[in-house]
């Protein structure tokens, strides 16, 4: 048996509706699950993964919350790890946006099926995901995969989104919110993934714990220094440059080859799509430190400050 959306009426469809509901600024439904915010679109997929995902030794997962620099880890991650595969010329970076090259675990391998076979995919096998850590726990804590989280500011994330998904309109049927009333939620904690503080300091208490296990990178660093950074995630990874590729300049190319500008204009991101839903050209929208200022006030710049004073404070978390 099936309801209106066609998901069958099983367990996970009773568990739903014991649920407290909300909607995204955007129209999208969400439900709140083990204290975070999830779109009822992914939700199923949410705890395929959290069922049957197991992670292995030798795997990367990317985590982030989204807009925090996801697509540009993944061309940094894949070009690292495979810098040996392929030439610089000819690395499928510059014929497939990177979201196919790494796929997500929740919006690709466990949407399309409950419980993918993802042995064959040779180590290291690199995956995304925008689950909180409670949430993919799990399946990753004891193998001694590797995790990078990713993160930002949230201000410049709540800009980037509200772009990134006004293009996509994905909530069709919906009349999306004024940016005020939209940005009141993001406050709350009320929106995809959120409260925004907890999904961060899910992973940055897990890198206190275990560095080596968990690297947490902000997108505005990388920005100030990505030659520093390719080196730190190819050490962390366990894929250190040697000193002769360094001298032949090698960094520096996969500086470029993933750099927004370079992605940003080639064929595949102008004008192909994932799975005729997102824009690739949707995931290069302008990659710049503090737009947000173009669009907020600084009433409301304050208002998020003192939220990430009162959950952060002390705790070493900073923008
Ligand atoms: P803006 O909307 O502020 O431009 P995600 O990849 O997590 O979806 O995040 C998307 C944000 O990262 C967008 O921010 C996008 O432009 C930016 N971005 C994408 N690729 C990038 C790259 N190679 N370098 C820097 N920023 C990039």
Same mark, same amino acid.
Request: proline content about 5%; hydrophobic content about 35%; glycine content about 6%.
């Given at each position: 048996?099936?309801?209106?959306? /066609?998901?069958?009426?099983?367990?996970?469809?009773?568990?739903?509706?014991?649920?407290?509901?909300?909607? /995204?600024?955007? +129209? @999208?439904?969400?439900?709140?699950?083990?204290?975070?915010?999830?779109? *009822?679109?992914?939700?199923?997929?949410?705890?395929?993964?959290?069922?049957?995902?197991?992670?292995?030794?030798?795997?990367?997962?990317?985590?982030?919350?989204?807009?925090?620099?996801?697509?540009?880890?993944?061309?940094?991650?894949?070009? &690292?790890?495979? @810098?040996? *595969?392929?030439? &610089?010329?000819?690395?499928?970076?510059?014929?497939?946006?990177?979201?196919?090259?790494?796929?997500?675990?929740?919006?690709?391998?466990?949407?399309?099926?409950?419980?993918?076979?993802?042995?064959?995919?040779?180590?290291?096998?690199?995956?995304?995901?925008?689950?909180?850590?409670? !949430? #993919?726990?799990?399946?990753?804590?004891?193998?001694? =995969?590797? &995790?990078?989280?990713?993160c930002r500011s949230?201000?410049?994330?709540? !800009?980037?989104? @509200?772009?990134?998904?006004?293009?996509?309109?994905?909530?069709?049927?919906?009349?999306?919110?004024?940016?005020?009333?939209?940005?009141?939620?993001? =406050?709350?904690?009320?929106?995809?993934?959120g409260p925004f503080?907890?999904?961060?300091?899910?992973?940055?208490?897990?890198? #206190?714990?275990?560095?080596?296990?968990?690297?947490?990178?902000?997108?505005?660093?990388?920005?100030?220094?990505?030659?520093?950074?390719?080196?730190?995630?190819?050490?962390?990874?366990?894929?250190?440059?040697?000193?002769?590729?360094?001298?032949?300049?090698?960094?520096?190319?996969?500086?470029?080859? =993933?750099?927004?500008?370079?992605?940003?204009?080639?064929? *595949?991101?102008?004008?192909?799509?994932?799975? +005729?839903?997102?824009?690739?050209?949707?995931?290069?929208?302008?990659?710049? *430190?503090?737009?947000?200022?173009?669009?907020?006030?600084?009433?409301?710049?304050?208002?998020?400050?003192?939220?990430?004073?009162?959950?952060?404070?002390?705790?070493?978390?900073?923008?």
């Amino acid at each position: 048996e099936v309801d209106n959306n /066609n998901t069958p009426k099983d367990e996970i469809h009773e568990l739903l509706q014991t649920l407290e509901q909300q909607t /995204n600024w955007d +129209g @999208r439904p969400l439900v709140k699950y083990d204290g975070f915010w999830l779109t *009822v679109l992914s939700f199923r997929s949410i705890l395929s993964t959290q069922k049957y995902f197991k992670a292995k030794d030798s795997d990367v997962i990317l985590t982030s919350f989204p807009k925090s620099g996801t697509t540009w880890l993944k061309a940094l991650t894949f070009s &690292i790890v495979n @810098r040996n *595969v392929y030439t &610089i010329d000819q690395n499928p970076l510059l014929t497939c946006n990177p979201h196919t090259l790494v796929p997500s675990l929740e919006h690709h391998l466990y949407s399309l099926q409950e419980n993918p076979n993802l042995q064959h995919i040779p180590s290291p096998r690199i995956f995304s995901t925008h689950m909180p850590l409670s !949430i #993919l726990h799990d399946s990753i804590r004891d193998p001694e =995969c590797k &995790i990078i989280y990713i993160c930002r500011s949230p201000l410049d994330v709540f !800009i980037s989104s @509200r772009h990134f998904w006004l293009e996509n309109k994905i909530g069709k049927d919906a009349v999306p919110l004024e940016l005020d009333e939209a940005f009141d939620r993001f =406050c709350q904690g009320i929106h995809s993934s959120g409260p925004f503080w907890d999904h961060m300091l899910g992973y940055w208490n897990a890198h #206190l714990k275990n560095p080596e296990k968990v690297l947490f990178l902000k997108y505005e660093d990388l920005k100030q220094d990505i030659t520093f950074y390719i080196k730190k995630i190819a050490e962390f990874m366990g894929y250190p440059f040697t000193e002769e590729e360094e001298k032949q300049g090698l960094i520096d190319e996969i500086a470029k080859l =993933c750099s927004f500008e370079n992605l940003k204009n080639l064929e *595949v991101n102008k004008n192909g799509d994932i799975r +005729g839903v997102l824009k690739n050209s949707s995931f290069f929208r302008k990659g710049k *430190v503090g737009d947000w200022t173009n669009y907020l006030t600084p009433d409301m710049a304050e208002r998020i400050k003192k939220i990430m004073e009162s959950k952060f404070g002390g705790c070493g978390l900073i923008f």
